[in-house]
């Protein structure tokens, strides 16, 4: 028979990776070892989520919904032709004991869905780490204005964004309120403020944003959010930032501002009578939905929810549950192996 010269035939190379020669182990837990790690995984679950659940307990927090307490100004924002029409409410509370350390206050939202894929798509990363403003494309519906003027923020995500405006004051006395100081900034992640987004120009933000327009909803365009202080204007502004950060659930807060503490409130808050003054603007009653404002000190993990203790409390009883089941088919098996025919 004739040979086939080397370079023509399909016979594999004699290797040890071609010709499957290597080394291998196979891995075979034992039934002992499976077990224990059922076991230890659970014991480790339901640890961590007793211990989250017993610091969610401990978190201290006050929450007012302003839905219905603010109706006057509810009703009057259903009409969309009444935004050039300033409404404000005052909502006046009594705080039973101190709120001692990082007092953080928040606005929460009900019904609000900011996790559908077209919300979340509509924006324009380009636009804003401050490459090329005029960069709309991927913003659709809020592209350009009526006249074709490009949008900036452009997009769905930044049209929507939360504009009330919450004061918060405390009553020394029956007839002396001071407000309390706040702080704007410092309220995002390193990597949003740093990294996702940034402004065309530090200095002389207006002409850098020559050539383009506010969102339709917006009552100012971006560079003026907060034109006293620079490093929290434009893109940069920590509310924006906080807002352009979508949730995942329709009932969610988001961080509005921290407590500034000094004078009165160099420990917190002190128990006592209080007022929020609030400019009624983001409107909810239309789609049906609820907004409240929030105080609260953050614990060691968060802001005091029980979802992460209550997931990992069940996450380790069905682990546990599991793991009886796995021990008695397996004690059942063994006990057939060493049953003796008859």
Known sequence: MKEIPEHLSRMPDNTAVKQQKLPAHE?????????????????????????????????KKIEINYTTICANCAELRENPFNFNRECRCSIPFYL???????????????????????????????????????????????????????????????????????????????????????LKKGLTWWTDKYVKFQNPSLNDLPSKFAGSTKPPNWPKPVYELDKNNPDNNGFLNDDFIVWMRTAAFPTFKKLYRRLYRIHYFAQGLPAGNY?????????????????????????????????????????GALTWMASFALMAFHLAWEKKKVTPKE
């Open 27 to 59: 891995v075979r837990f034992s039934a002992k070892f499976v077990l224990c790690i059922f076991f230890g995984t659970g014991a480790f679950c339901l640890c961590v989520g007793v211990i989250l659940i017993l610091s969610a307990k401990r978190a």
């Open 96 to 182: 039973p004991e101190i709120l001692e350390g990082n007092v953080h206050m928040y606005y929460k939202l009900y019904g609000f869905y900011q996790n559908l894929y077209r919300y979340i798509k509509s924006r324009s990363n380009t636009q804003l780490v401050g490459e090329n403003i005029k960069d709309v494309k991927d913003c659709t519906p809020f592209t350009v204005s009526r006249d074709g003027t490009p949008i900036a923020p452009c997009g769905a995500i930044a049209n929507s964004m939360f504009n009330d405006t919450i004061m918060l004051s405390y009553k020394l006395n029956s007839s002396v309120q001071v407000r309390v100081p706040m």
């Open 275 to 315: 007022t929020f003054h609030i400019s009624y603007n983001f409107p909810v009653t239309r789609f049906g939905g609820e907004k409240s404002v929030v105080l609260s000190i953050p614990t060691w993990c968060g802001g005091g929810g029980f979802f992460l203790g209550v997931a990992y409390t069940v996450t």
